[in-house]
T-cell receptor, first 116, second 116 residues
Framework: AQSVTQLGSHVSVSEGALVLLRCNYSSSVPPYLFWYVQYPNQGLQLLLKYTTGATLVKGINGFEAEFKKSETSFHLTKPSAHMSDAAEYFCAVSEGDTGTASKLTFGTGTRLQVTL | NAGVTQTPKFRILKIGQSMTLQCTQDMNHNYMYWYRQDPGMGLKLIYYSVGAGITDKGEVPNGYNVSRSTTEDFPLRLELAAPSQTSVYFC???????????????FGPGTRLTVT
């Protein structure tokens, strides 16, 4: 069975500082990995995803993540935090076979706070 | 396109009452999903559908029912509401998974349900 662990339910950074949100996964097959962002009182929005190919994935709003198979990790980073990045971030994994539903397993989320 | 729409936005139910959460998508997506989000728990899959007339259980289906009579609509029914069903409910849709990895899921804005 697949699972996702997000280390740190709350992360606080200063504006302009590096953002690092950690995600480790467990999967019995090559995983597909996602990062979603949720702004207050809104639904989830895709930041980026890894399927196959290049292990460094770039997403929207300056975020990127690197798939490291040996570490079973998919950490999310952004070089310089902005106040508008304050939100909750979810890592998710999919093991769905081609042609079947892309069932996602989500982590418990990390709330990012950005301070002046 | 409106994307994925959900109604109502908020609802308070008394224990034992029933209700239907509505979900509609206008992107002609085959796959649709219902999740619940509880604080500190991430999102859990309740039910999903791969097309009209086809539904299947997710991780936490007890106390819920779904139907899919059209591509656009995927209502979630709560029978005999219980306090444990107090949560935020999200509907999502996606195209079918394909070789090379799944498409992203598009989320609605959510329905906040309180059962007292």
């Amino acid at each position: 069975a697949q699972s996702v662990t997000q280390l740190g339910s709350h992360v606080s950074v200063s504006e302009g500082a590096l953002v690092l949100l950690r995600c480790n996964y467990s999967s019995s097959v090559p995983p597909y990995l996602f990062w979603y962002v949720q702004y207050p009182n809104q639904g989830l929005q895709l930041l980026l995803k890894y399927t196959t190919g290049a292990t460094l994935v770039k997403g929207i709003n300056g975020f990127e993540a690197e798939f490291k198979k040996s570490e079973t990790s998919f950490h999310l980073t952004k070089p310089s935090a902005h106040m508008s990045d304050a939100a909750e971030y979810f890592c998710a994994v999919s093991e769905g076979d081609t042609g079947t539903a892309s069932k996602l397993t989500f982590g418990t989320g990390t709330r990012l706070q950005v301070t002046l | 396109n409106a994307g994925v729409t959900q109604t109502p936005k908020f609802r308070i139910l008394k224990i034992g009452q029933s209700m239907t959460l509505q979900c509609t998508q206008d992107m002609n997506h085959n796959y649709m999903y219902w999740y619940r989000q509880d604080p500190g728990m991430g999102l859990k899959l309740i039910y999903y559908s791969v097309g009209a007339g086809i539904t299947d259980k997710g991780e936490v289906p007890n106390g819920y029912n779904v139907s899919r009579s059209t591509t656009e609509d995927f209502p979630l029914r709560l029978e005999l509401a219980a306090p444990s069903q107090t949560s935020v409910y999200f509907c999502a849709s996606s195209p079918p998974q394909r070789a090379g990895g799944p498409f992203e899921q598009y989320f609605g804005p959510g329905t906040r349900l309180t059962v007292t």
